[in-house]
């Protein structure tokens, strides 16, 4: 299986998770989360949408039951001096209409001693997550207007 959202690679490891991911069903999310049928959006800050279209890469185990979902942002533009108040980055979220889907596990990378690239990584555990994660990449690339192949 190939699945396409911008720049997309599906390779097959097996590993263990060992970052902290979590799925937030719509019915306990933030009200933010929970508005009615809102475009699938990533955010850094809460409430406030991350225009730079991420690379991303999947990766999924031979046994199809645990997998990784890779955010690569080239100078996303929560880092931008002028967009706006400076507040803590505690994860990556992914909202949509079903909910949010958060990963904790976010790292920058400096060049010249200022933060350009980000990467975000979602472990996905079961089926059921993996599952809910193409959901979200297939509404997110809908709403920006990207192709999302599966083959």
Same mark, same amino acid.
């Given at each position: 299986?190939?699945?396409?959202? !911008?720049?997309?690679?599906?390779?097959?490891?097996?590993?263990?998770?060992?970052?902290?991911?979590?799925?937030?069903?719509?019915?306990?999310?933030?009200?933010?989360?929970?508005?009615?049928?809102?475009?699938?959006?990533?955010?850094?800050?809460?409430?406030?949408?991350?225009?730079?279209?991420? =690379?991303? #890469? *999947?990766?999924?185990? #031979?046994?199809?039951?645990?997998? /990784? %979902?890779?955010?690569? $942002?080239?100078?996303?533009?929560?880092?931008?001096?002028?967009?706006?108040?400076?507040?803590?980055?505690?994860?990556?979220?992914?909202? =949509?209409?079903?909910?949010?889907? +958060?990963? /904790? =596990?976010?790292?920058? #990378?400096?060049?010249?001693? #200022?933060?350009?690239? +980000?990467?975000? +990584?979602?472990?996905?555990?079961?089926?059921?997550?993996? =599952?809910?994660?193409?959901? $979200?990449?297939?509404?997110? %690339?809908?709403? !920006?207007? *990207?192709?999302?192949?599966?083959?």
């Amino acid at each position: 299986m190939v699945l396409v959202v !911008h720049i997309l690679a599906l390779a097959f490891h097996v590993g263990s998770p060992a970052r902290v991911s979590r799925v937030v069903p719509a019915h306990v999310s933030t009200p933010c989360a929970r508005m009615m049928a809102r475009a699938a959006e990533i955010q850094f800050i809460k409430g406030i949408d991350e225009t730079v279209v991420p =690379d991303i #890469k *999947l990766t999924r185990s #031979k046994d199809g039951l645990t997998g /990784t %979902a890779t955010f690569i $942002f080239q100078q996303p533009s929560f880092l931008e001096a002028t967009a706006g108040p400076q507040e803590e980055i505690t994860g990556m979220y992914m909202v =949509d209409e079903e909910g949010e889907i +958060v990963t /904790t =596990d976010v790292n920058a #990378k400096f060049i010249n001693g #200022k933060p350009r690239v +980000v990467e975000a +990584v979602f472990i996905m555990q079961n089926p059921p997550t993996w =599952d809910r994660v193409m959901r $979200f990449l297939e509404r997110y %690339a809908e709403s !920006h207007g *990207l192709g999302f192949n599966s083959a």
